[in-house]
């Protein structure tokens, strides 16, 4: 069972940065798809950005303003954040996905979640 946990949070000011960190129990480069979503209160989980296929694609939203990488040795990905705004405001989640290659079973792993808070 792969685990996920965030970390990185905080409070920061608008124009501000922050860097998330994601650590996974297993190896991430086994991974089909690992991304980042957020939920901010009241609203639905949208997706910031995932990569698939060594392709990384970002919400309208925060293009220009995010960028995901990840270090493999340390099983590690991350979303810088930068040029924030309050409505980044939100719960910031790590997503995982892997798929068998012979069944095609498909299983999701999601973090228990960082809270970033943008504001003056």
């Known amino acids: 069972q792969v685990q996920l946990v965030e970390s990185g949070g905080g409070l920061v000011q608008p124009g501000g940065s922050l860097r998330l960190s994601c650590a996974a129990s297993g190896s991430i480069s086994s991974f089909n798809a690992m991304g980042w979503y957020r939920q901010a209160p009241g609203k639905e989980r949208e997706l910031v950005g995932i990569t698939r296929f060594g392709v990384t694609d970002y919400a309208n939203s925060v293009k220009g303003r995010v960028t995901i990488s990840r270090d493999n040795a340390k099983n590690t990905a991350y979303l810088q954040m930068n040029s924030l705004k309050p409505e980044d405001t939100a719960v910031y989640y790590c997503?995982?996905?892997?798929?068998?290659?012979?069944?095609?079973?498909?299983?999701?792993?999601w973090g228990q979640g960082t809270q970033v808070t943008v504001s003056s």
């Open positions: 997503h995982a996905i892997t798929i068998l290659p012979i069944s095609g079973r498909r299983n999701e792993y």
